[in-house]
């Protein structure tokens, strides 16, 4: 029987959830630990705030991805979200599909449907808002844990979630399950809030 469980709120455009999402999955091969999969939006989190031309057309770029993996969960249930998340992923973060060019949004996700062996036309809630109200819900039951002030990747270990961690490289085997003690040390530590560094490197995808 699962001794722990954690669940991951993702965006799958941020390269760094990526990282994370990747050091969870070694964290299930090597600790007792089941991880639920849940959406949040760099979209809706960034609604109405004064960006830069470049990260307003990303985030304009962002509501298809999340908008299909919440339809997808509507129709199929939780059992399909890590699935269609790690198609979109390989193409967004191993592949280098840019969600700005509505040429290539519009590829990616019919390529991450068909690899995921999900029905093609719920491609079509990249452009609808019918999923939005179930979106909203998944993304705010994330960042109510952690505050508006941060995003992407939110982990909650049991009834305590954080920002982070933020890793590049992932780390792999025993290294990732000590992370995840490590982890759960501070998330049992009553008043603690955060540790962090300027990162110098970028993330890593190996």
Partial sequence: MTNEKAEMWFDPLCPWAWMTSRWLMEVERVRDVEVTWSVMSLSVLNEGRDLDEGYRGLMDGGWGPVRVVIAARERHG??????????????????????????????????????????????DAATSTEFDDALRASHERGISLVGDEVGT??????????????????????????LWDGCLLVAGTPGFFEIKRTRDVGPIFD
């Fill in 78 to 123: 939780q059992g399909v979200v890590k699935k269609l998340y790690d198609a979109l992923g390989e193409r967004i973060h191993l592949g280098g599909a840019d969600l700005r060019d509505e040429g290539q949004r519009t590829r990616l996700i019919a390529d991450a449907l068909a690899d995921a062996g999900l029905e093609a036309d719920l491609a």
């Fill in 153 to 178: 990747p939110v982990v909650a270990f049991g009834d305590v979630a954080f920002f982070g961690p933020v890793v590049s490289p992932a780390p792999k085997g025993e290294a990732a399950g000590r």
